[in-house]
Every structure is written in C-alpha cells, then in structure tokens.
C-alpha cells in the first residue's frame, strides 16, 4: 500500500488539508474529497442515528475511526476502520477521499487504512453515513450496488439487515472478530464465522477451536436457539444463492433502532438492547450462556469461575503472565509458575534442589479435568505420579482406578465447579517444592497444609480433607465417621460444640437451630429435628442426598448425627443470618439496598433452579420464604432447608399448613390438595418477590385506600401500569433501577398465577431476571384474600384451576 501513494500524493493530501481545510459542517453525513474528517469532527446519518469520527476507548491512548449511536450517551461502538493501526493523534490525522477510496492518513500523511479498490476513477467518489448504520463509498451513481460498504466489511458488531456471508464465488468468509480487550478494538481471540456445511453460525477461539454453533439453519430458526421461533422483535431471513450463503434479521418494529449483536471480548455472541432508562444498554441474549464456556478463556494455567469476579484466578503456584490485560479483562495470557521447576532447569542435572526436593504435586479438587489428556499405563497412584514426574514436560496428572492420566505442557479450560469435592475427579498439578513448603497464601480456592513426611514427600491435601483429618483426630474418642463428604457426629460432641444447645438462632416447623464452634473453631448452625417418621437407614440415605447438593446458592449440609430419637443436621454457619432479618427490620440502618435485594433475588432463583432441574433427583423445597434464604458474610443468598420435606415424610404437609408464618407463602395446590410440582415453589418465590419490593410481609401489609393485600395491589398497578415507584419500600427513598423493579414486579406476579401452567420455571425466572428474557405483562393473578382474625392466618390463593 505504501508504494500506491506517491510522495506527491502526500503533498497533495497535506496541501488540501492545510490550505483548503473545508470542515464538516454540522450534521454533515458525507465525507468527500474536499470535505474530509479531523480532530473532533464527525459525520451524522441523515436520521441522526449513527455517528462516525475519531473515538479513544477507554483508557487507551490510541485513537480509532469508529461509529456509534448518536443519540446514546455511553458510547457503544459498533465498526472500526483501522483496528489495527491507531493514530495518536486526531488533529494532524484525516479522514478524506483520495485516488477513488476512503483513505485514512496518519500525522506523518501516511496513509494507515483504506478501502483498497483498484479505481481508475472518478475523482467525484465521496463516503455516506446511512441510517441503517452502512457507511457507503459511492460515485454518485444510481446502481444499486455500492463501490464499497462496511457492512460488507464487519469488525465486531452485527447491525440489523447486515450480514456475516459466507462468499461463494471468492470462498471467503466474513467473520465478526472479538476486540483484543475492550481497550483495544485490534482482533481478538474470538469470532463467528457461517458454517455453509450445516448452514450454522460458530464461534471459534483463534480462528480455530469451535466452542459454540448455533445449530442448523431449519427454514425458522437455528435449531440451538428455538427463542428465535417465539421472538416479536425481529424478522429473519437465511439466503443460499450462486454467490453467497448468509443470514440476515430485521427489525419488526422500524422505530427501535437500539439493537444490535456483536462478538464481545467476553468471547460470548451478545445481543444487546439500548434501553431509555438508567439501565441503558441491556444483554437481552447471550451465548455460551455460562462465561466459563467459553474455550481457554482463562488462559494457560488458569482456572474459571463461573461465581467469582473476575471468573479467571491463577492455579495456586500460578500468576497472571500478563497483569494489565487481566486488568482489562483479557485473561487469555494465561498464567506463568511464580517457581520454576527444578525438571529440565540447569541449575541441578539431578532435578533434586539444594533441599534434596524434586517437584511435587498439589491436588486440584472441585475442578473438571483439563483437555488433551494423554493416557498411559500405570497400575496404581503411585505409579501414575512417578510417571509423571520422570517426565519433565508433564505439567499434571489424574489417577482414577484404572486409568492414569497425563498432561503435557499446558493446562487448558479448566473449571471450577460446585459439585462435591469428593465425587468430583481430582486432578494433580506439579509445582516447584518451595512452592508447597509455605502456604504464604491462600487464593481462596484452595488451602494448602503440609502434613506429615511420607517416604521423603510432604503431602499436600485439600480443605476438605483437612477438616476431616482434623475432626478424627481431635474427636477421636468423639466416634466422628466420615460418611462421603458428610461427617456423622457424635451426639455429645455436638452437645459440646453447642455448648449445651444455648444459642438459639431460629426456630421453624423442623426444629430448632442453634450456633456452634468445632474445635477447629469453624462455626457452624445445628438443627435439631423434630418428628422424623423415618427409619435409621432411611434417614441415612435420605441425608447423604442433602449432602451431595452442592451449589452457591445453597446452604451446604456439612454433616448429622442420628442416635436413635436424636437427629441433628449440621450446616455451614451464616453470618448474616437470615433474608427477614434484614428485609422487615425496623431499624432504618440495616434495611437492604435494591441492588442487594435484586442480587438476592437472582441468587435465590438459581439455587431453587439447581434443586429443581440440576440434581439427580428434583427436589421441591416445599417453604420458600424470607426466613430460609440464609445470607453469608457478601450478603449472597443460601436457601436453607431443602430437601427437609422428604426426611420429615406424610406429616409435612401437616406441619407446613399449620405452620405460622408459612401460609402467606403457600400455592393453592397446597390447599386444594391438588399434585405439588416445582410451581408450587415458584408461587412461594413470587409472594416473596413481591416483599423484596415492599421490605413488609405480605400478611402484614395492608395498603391504605385500597381493599387489598400487598401483591392485589402491586397486580394492579402493574398490571394497568400506574406508578411503580408507589410500591417499593419507602426506606429506599425511591432509590431502584426502574427496569429492575419492572421486571421483578412482572415475574412475581407471573409467579402467583393460579393456573401453575401460567407460572414461569425457575430457569425462565433466572433468564429474565439476567435480562436474558424479555417477560412480557402478566395478566391480573385472581387473588382471593382469606382474611381472619388472626393476620398470621391470611393466606392469598385463587380459585383452583381444576374447580
Ligand atoms: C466538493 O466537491 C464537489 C464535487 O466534487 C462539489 O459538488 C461540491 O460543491 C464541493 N463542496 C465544497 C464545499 O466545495
Ligand atoms: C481507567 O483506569 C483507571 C485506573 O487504572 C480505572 O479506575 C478506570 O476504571 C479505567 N477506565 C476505563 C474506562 O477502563
Ligand atoms: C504513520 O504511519 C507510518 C506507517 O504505519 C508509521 O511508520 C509512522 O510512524 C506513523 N506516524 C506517526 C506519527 O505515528
Ligand atoms: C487490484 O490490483 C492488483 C494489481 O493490479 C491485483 O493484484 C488485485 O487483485 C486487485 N484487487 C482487486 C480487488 O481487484
Ligand atoms: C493462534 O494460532 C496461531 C497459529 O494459527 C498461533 O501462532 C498462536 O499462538 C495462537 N494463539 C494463541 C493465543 O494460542
Ligand atoms: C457455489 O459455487 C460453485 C461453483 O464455484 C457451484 O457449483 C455451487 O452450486 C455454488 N453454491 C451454491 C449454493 O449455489
Ligand atoms: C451473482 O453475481 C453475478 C455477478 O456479480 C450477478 O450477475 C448475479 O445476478 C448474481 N446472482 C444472484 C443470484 O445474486
Ligand atoms: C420497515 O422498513 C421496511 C423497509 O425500510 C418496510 O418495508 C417495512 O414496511 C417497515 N416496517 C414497519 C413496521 O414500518
Ligand atoms: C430518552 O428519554 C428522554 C426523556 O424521556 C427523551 O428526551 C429522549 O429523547 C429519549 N432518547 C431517545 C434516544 O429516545
Ligand atoms: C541454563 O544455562 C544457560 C547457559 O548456561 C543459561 O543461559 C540459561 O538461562 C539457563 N537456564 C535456566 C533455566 O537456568
Ligand atoms: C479407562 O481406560 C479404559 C481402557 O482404555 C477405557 O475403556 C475407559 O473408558 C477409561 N476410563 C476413563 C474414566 O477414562
């Protein structure tokens, strides 16, 4: 390209732009030869939609000529023209026509970025920006066809009625290319590409390595995403003909024109909506749905989580190679070893250090296995390892029984997951021995501890492990059997750790809960049951269930004790006590803000998710309610009490209908009698959605002027769209994201609809409540208020969809 422009060329450019210097006027939309671009200067569409000048991200020192929505205040940039070669200098820079193209010059005049055609012609060529978004070069004719456009040369956003082809006659692709970092719009990692075999679209890490596909193209939709099929927004079109395979979509609607799909450097394809609230640009659907599916995102060594923030953290030993692009959310970089290995270094031929150490390995737990494993013979763990560790370019190992293997180089796409430490593979990581020797840190995932010498080696072992060793030894006159991950306490250790059972934190239609200390001073919650129907061996079983539930959003069962009439269960301790607590508390100084009460109700909606879908066998959790959304030290939620209804068996019914503080929470299926499923949970999730918005009981709440309870009346001002402000708890000072507080009065009163086939599952909740879903108006729940004298006796339900 630098040969293509003459010295003279330059002068020419340098000559037109000190001397005729003919600015864009105003609202101009067109870039022409005698009118080009400079500075702050930019060009409009003819609607005032789009915008297109020079653009800093971020804290980038570079500057970009990319396009925007005009009318948007957070500038989302959707094309850039030189991704990859910034100026630094937007003044001397310029944007103009030259020998027939859209050209780009740097302050040194050098041209950086063109449109590339071999045009012999006309000088009268100029640039248009549409309102469509297509930024056009055209000499004026009326073809149809335009010399150039950038739609037909896409960055990293999808813009309706663009399109990503796949060209038949040069078999070229275009493809949508992630930004590097969202500094830095150069090409990153991720893309989509059209896949002409299936006719599907994919995303591929490195241009290589596909991690999602949308699945055929079935004449309606894509067969992975079926939304489309339900979708009133957009209209959409796949084309095959001799030339090129691509699909397009339209807006239905032609007035919102804030939509637009790109290829975030989350490596997700997003689809965003601009919203004209405090919200404003919204994700309304994303792929892969989880952030941790996406290939290698964590880079070499590290490891992604799907709850933390950021989701990448280093494997212990490890740490980010490249600290500022993990800084701007770019882990691909991967992590390096904070201590070399002594395999393969020249420091010692023998791979022994001056300590007489060779490396060691450290187990991974709660991880899924990396990729590319090698597998080899070996006949036991032992044996597996000394493979491994002969081998000086074996990163990791895994013994499973059976099967050893191995890892060679770098480990990718691992994972950390909630299962159960003890079901979950474990895997192991070779490290430098200084690294083991003192555990000067904890990165929170795992904590090391160096027990004892064995043949020379200090063995490491997990969390976990450790608080089970330490459990038998300091209790081994205490009787304390590891049953799985559960422990089985003895009857008087729990007695001593309770201090006699003085601590009462709660009560409830199970029993009470009182606060303990183990001797190794983990503070945990002790329930001690009442009237379980159930036989010793029943109960067992029954509880080592509960134990295998895993999630974040669940209170973890740590253990029982069952001897003969005593049976206690033993939970992790939270600090913050439970959600009523802090949502009706009278004191204005702990009231929680919305962001907190949303966060909660999202959390709240993925643990009863996983106890729906996510467990080997669906539970229904039968008391949702304020009282049992538990609340840790970050004011996550933990439902507690899952998993109860089965332990306590035919009386459960019995006990939760006469139960107080239960009835204002419960599905009419309970009072017709009528089959429980999951949606009698999603009842209970939406009366209490609906005291997120209140911070009052429901049976408590009785709104002044109108003769209704609290969801009647938040029904009916959603319902018929008076101000939803008028409902939300007066301690917030009017203090929520409107959208939010929206979208949350909707799905609650979805929720307590009478007909449970009208209720969303809780997946959907989770999707709308991620703004992943749009939910639509609800219709009016027919609530019948039951009122006695005694408010804790109010229950609301409709009238029986079978009656
Ligand atoms: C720019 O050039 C075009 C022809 O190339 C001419 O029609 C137009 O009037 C010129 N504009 C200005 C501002 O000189
Ligand atoms: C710019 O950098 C500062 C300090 O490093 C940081 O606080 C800020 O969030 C950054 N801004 C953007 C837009 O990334
Ligand atoms: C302009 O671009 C050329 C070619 O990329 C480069 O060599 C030169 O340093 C640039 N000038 C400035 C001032 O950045
Ligand atoms: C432009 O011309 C060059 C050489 O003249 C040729 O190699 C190239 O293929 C042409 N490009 C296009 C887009 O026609
Ligand atoms: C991507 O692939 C290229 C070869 O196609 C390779 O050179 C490069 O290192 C890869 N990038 C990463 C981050 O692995
Ligand atoms: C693509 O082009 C080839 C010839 O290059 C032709 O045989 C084929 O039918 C074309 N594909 C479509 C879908 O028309
Ligand atoms: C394919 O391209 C040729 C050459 O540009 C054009 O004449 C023809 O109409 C195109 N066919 C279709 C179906 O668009
Ligand atoms: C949207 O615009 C297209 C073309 O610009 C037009 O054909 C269509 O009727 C419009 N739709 C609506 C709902 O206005
Ligand atoms: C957003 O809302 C404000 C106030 O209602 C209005 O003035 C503005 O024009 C709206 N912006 C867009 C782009 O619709
Ligand atoms: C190994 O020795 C060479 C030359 O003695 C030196 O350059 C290199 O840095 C050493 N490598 C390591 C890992 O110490
Ligand atoms: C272990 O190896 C056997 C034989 O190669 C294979 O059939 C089996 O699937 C392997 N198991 C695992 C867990 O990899």
Same mark, same amino acid.
């Given at each position: 390209?630098?040969?293509?422009?003459?010295?003279?060329?330059?002068?020419?450019?340098?000559?037109?732009?000190?001397?005729?210097?003919?600015?864009?006027?105003?609202?101009?939309?067109?870039?022409?030869?005698?009118?080009?671009?400079?500075?702050?200067?930019?060009?409009?569409?003819?609607?005032?939609?789009?915008?297109?000048?020079?653009? !800093?991200?971020?804290?980038?020192?570079?500057?970009?000529?990319?396009?925007?929505?005009?009318?948007?205040?957070?500038?989302?940039?959707?094309?850039?023209?030189?991704?990859?070669?910034?100026?630094?200098?937007?003044?001397?820079?310029?944007?103009?026509?030259?020998?027939?193209?859209?050209?780009?010059?740097?302050?040194?005049?050098?041209?950086?970025?063109?449109?590339?055609?071999?045009?012999?012609?006309?000088?009268?060529?100029?640039?248009?920006?549409?309102?469509?978004?297509?930024?056009?070069?055209?000499?004026?004719?009326?073809?149809?066809?335009?010399?150039?456009?950038?739609?037909?040369?896409?960055?990293?956003?999808?813009?309706?009625?663009?399109?990503?082809?796949?060209?038949?006659?040069?078999?070229?692709?275009?493809?949508?290319?992630?930004?590097?970092?969202?500094?830095?719009?150069?090409?990153?990692?991720?893309?989509?590409?059209?896949?002409?075999?299936?006719?599907?679209?994919?995303?591929?890490?490195?241009?290589?390595?596909?991690?999602?596909?949308?699945?055929?193209?079935?004449?309606?939709?894509?067969?992975?995403?079926?939304?489309?099929?339900?979708? !009133?927004?957009?209209?959409?079109?796949?084309?095959?003909?001799?030339?090129?395979?691509?699909?397009?979509?339209?807006?239905?609607?032609?007035?919102?024109?804030?939509?637009?799909?790109?290829?975030?450097?989350?490596?997700?394809?997003?689809?965003?909506?601009?919203?004209?609230?405090?919200?404003?640009?919204?994700?309304?659907?994303?792929?892969?749905?989880?952030?941790?599916?996406?290939?290698?995102? %964590?880079?070499?060594?590290?490891? %992604?989580?799907?709850?933390?923030?950021?989701?990448?953290?280093?494997?212990?030993?490890?740490?980010?190679?490249?600290?500022?692009?993990?800084?701007?959310?770019?882990?691909?970089?991967? %992590?390096?070893?904070?201590?070399?290995?002594?395999?393969?270094?020249?420091?010692?031929?023998?791979?022994?250090?001056?300590?007489?150490?060779?490396?060691?390995?450290?187990?991974?737990?709660?991880?899924?296995?990396?990729?590319?494993?090698?597998?080899?013979?070996?006949?036991?763990?032992?044996?597996?390892?000394?493979?491994?560790?002969?081998?000086?370019?074996?990163?990791?190992?895994?013994?499973?029984?059976?099967?050893?293997?191995?890892?060679?180089?770098?480990?990718?796409?691992?994972?950390?997951?909630?299962?159960?430490?003890?079901?979950?593979?474990?895997?192991?990581?070779?490290?430098?021995?200084?690294?083991?020797?003192?555990?000067?840190?904890?990165?929170?995932?795992?904590?090391?501890?160096?027990?004892?010498?064995?043949?020379?080696?200090?063995?490491?072992?997990?969390?976990?492990?450790?608080?089970?060793?330490?459990?038998?030894?300091?209790?081994?006159?205490? !009787?304390?059997?590891?049953?799985?991950?559960?422990?089985?306490?003895?009857?008087?250790?729990?007695?001593?750790?309770?201090?006699?059972?003085?601590?009462?934190?709660?009560?409830?239609?199970?029993?009470?809960?009182?606060?303990?200390?183990?001797?190794?001073?983990?503070?945990?919650?002790?329930?001690?049951?009442?009237?379980?129907?159930?036989?010793?061996?029943?109960?067992?079983?029954?509880?080592?269930?509960?134990?295998?539930?895993?999630?974040?959003?669940?209170?973890?069962?740590?253990?029982?004790?069952?001897?003969?009439?005593?049976?206690?269960?033993?939970?992790?301790?939270?600090?913050?006590?439970?959600?009523?607590?802090?949502?009706?508390?009278?004191?204005?100084?702990?009231?929680?803000?919305?962001?907190?009460?949303?966060?909660?109700?999202?959390?709240?909606?993925?643990?009863?998710?996983?106890?729906?879908?996510?467990?080997?066998?669906?539970?229904?959790? %039968?008391?949702?309610?304020?009282?049992?959304?538990?609340?840790?030290?970050?004011?996550?939620?933990?439902?507690?009490?899952?998993?109860?209804?089965?332990?306590?068996?035919?009386?459960?019914?019995?006990?939760?209908?006469?139960?107080?503080?239960?009835?204002?929470?419960?599905?009419?299926?309970?009072?017709?009698?009528?089959?429980?499923?999951?949606?009698?949970?999603?009842?209970?999730?939406?009366?209490?959605?609906?005291?997120?918005?209140?911070?009052?009981?429901?049976?408590?709440?009785?709104?002044?002027?109108?003769?209704?309870?609290?969801?009647?009346?938040?029904?009916?001002?959603?319902?018929?769209?008076?101000?939803?402000?008028?409902?939300?708890?007066?301690?917030?000072?009017?203090?929520?994201?409107?959208?939010?507080?929206?979208?949350?009065?909707?799905?609650?009163?979805?929720?307590?609809?009478?007909?449970?086939?009208?209720?969303?599952?809780?997946?959907?909740?989770?999707?709308?409540?991620?703004?992943?879903?749009?939910?639509?108006?609800?219709?009016?729940?027919?609530?019948?208020?039951?009122?006695?004298?005694?408010?804790?006796?109010?229950?609301?339900?409709?009238?029986?969809?079978?009656?």
């Amino acid at each position: 390209m630098k040969n293509k422009y003459p010295r003279a060329v330059m002068l020419l450019v340098l000559f037109l732009c000190l001397f005729l210097k003919t600015h864009i006027s105003d609202g101009a939309d067109t870039v022409s030869a005698n009118q080009s671009l400079s500075g702050d200067q930019t060009i409009v569409s003819a609607g005032g939609i789009f915008e297109l000048g020079f653009h !800093k991200p971020g804290n980038s020192s570079n500057y970009y000529i990319c396009m925007w929505y005009k009318q948007i205040p957070e500038r989302t940039i959707l094309w850039v023209a030189n991704r990859e070669k910034p100026v630094s200098d937007r003044f001397s820079s310029v944007l103009t026509i030259s020998h027939g193209n859209l050209v780009l010059f740097n302050q040194s005049q050098i041209p950086i970025w063109s449109t590339d055609l071999n045009s012999t012609t006309s000088s009268s060529v100029f640039a248009v920006l549409r309102d469509d978004g297509n930024l056009i070069l055209t000499d004026g004719s009326k073809s149809a066809t335009f010399l150039w456009q950038s739609f037909d040369n896409p960055t990293h956003a999808w813009l309706p009625g663009s399109k990503i082809a796949y060209n038949n006659v040069t078999k070229r692709k275009q493809r949508l290319i992630s930004w590097k970092n969202k500094d830095d719009p150069a090409p990153g990692l991720y893309s989509l590409e059209l896949d002409t075999s299936d006719n599907s679209y994919r995303i591929l890490w490195n241009r290589s390595k596909t991690y999602w596909t949308s699945g055929r193209w079935n004449g309606k939709y894509f067969d992975k995403v079926p939304e489309m099929a339900e979708n !009133k927004v957009f209209d959409f079109k796949y084309v095959i003909d001799v030339n090129e395979s691509y699909f397009v979509y339209y807006i239905r609607d032609n007035s919102t024109t804030y939509r637009h799909s790109m290829m975030d450097v989350s490596g997700q394809i997003k689809q965003l909506n601009w919203l004209n609230t405090s919200s404003g640009l919204s994700v309304f659907w994303q792929q892969p749905r989880q952030q941790c599916e996406v290939y290698a995102l %964590c880079g070499e060594f590290g490891s %992604c989580n799907e709850n933390s923030m950021p989701f990448c953290n280093c494997l212990k030993g490890f740490e980010p190679k490249l600290k500022s692009s993990w800084d701007l959310e770019d882990y691909s970089g991967g %992590c390096q070893r904070k201590t070399k290995l002594m395999c393969g270094s020249n420091i010692s031929t023998t791979g022994v250090n001056h300590n007489g150490e060779r490396d060691k390995f450290f187990p991974m737990s709660s991880m899924s296995l990396p990729e590319d494993a090698q597998s080899v013979k070996a006949a036991s763990a032992v044996e597996c390892e000394s493979t491994c560790l002969d081998d000086c370019s074996c990163t990791a190992y895994a013994f499973d029984g059976n099967n050893c293997s191995i890892w060679i180089k770098d480990l990718l796409n691992l994972k950390q997951t909630t299962e159960d430490e003890s079901t979950g593979k474990k895997f192991y990581v070779r490290l430098a021995a200084s690294e083991l020797r003192a555990p000067k840190e904890n990165n929170g995932i795992v904590i090391g501890v160096v027990v004892g010498g064995v043949a020379g080696f200090a063995v490491l072992i997990g969390l976990v492990v450790l608080i089970l060793k330490q459990r038998h030894s300091i209790m081994e006159h205490g !009787k304390v059997v590891a049953e799985g991950s559960l422990v089985a306490f003895d009857y008087r250790y729990l007695q001593n750790a309770t201090k006699n059972f003085s601590d009462k934190l709660g009560g409830g239609g199970f029993g009470s809960v009182f606060k303990g200390t183990l001797p190794d001073s983990t503070v945990i919650a002790v329930k001690q049951l009442q009237s379980v129907s159930q036989g010793e061996k029943q109960f067992r079983a029954e509880v080592s269930t509960i134990g295998t539930i895993q999630h974040v959003n669940l209170v973890r069962l740590r253990g029982f004790c069952s001897e003969g009439t005593k049976k206690l269960l033993v939970y992790d301790y939270m600090p913050n006590s439970s959600l009523d607590s802090h949502l009706f508390h009278k004191k204005n100084s702990s009231f929680l803000k919305w962001e907190t009460r949303y966060q909660i109700a999202l959390g709240t909606a993925r643990g009863l998710l996983y106890l729906h879908e996510k467990c080997r066998d669906c539970i229904i959790h %039968c008391d949702i309610k304020p009282d049992n959304v538990l609340l840790d030290a970050e004011f996550s939620p933990k439902v507690a009490d899952f998993g109860l209804a089965k332990l306590v068996g035919r009386d459960f019914s019995r006990v939760l209908t006469t139960m107080r503080g239960t009835r204002g929470y419960l599905a009419p299926e309970w009072i017709s009698g009528a089959a429980i499923t999951t949606k009698a949970d999603v009842y209970s999730y939406g009366m209490m959605l609906f005291e997120f918005v209140s911070g009052r009981r429901n049976s408590e709440y009785y709104v002044e002027g109108e003769l209704s309870f609290f969801p009647a009346y938040a029904a009916k001002v959603i319902i018929e769209g008076h101000d939803i402000f008028s409902l939300l708890d007066a301690r917030l000072e009017g203090k929520a994201d409107e959208e939010e507080l929206i979208r949350l009065c909707r799905v609650a009163c979805w929720c307590i609809q009478g007909n449970e086939a009208h209720r969303p599952s809780m997946g959907d909740i989770v999707q709308i409540l991620e703004v992943i879903i749009n939910v639509n108006l609800p219709p009016f729940p027919r609530l019948f208020q039951v009122l006695d004298e005694n408010p804790d006796d109010t229950s609301f339900f409709e009238e029986s969809s079978s009656s």
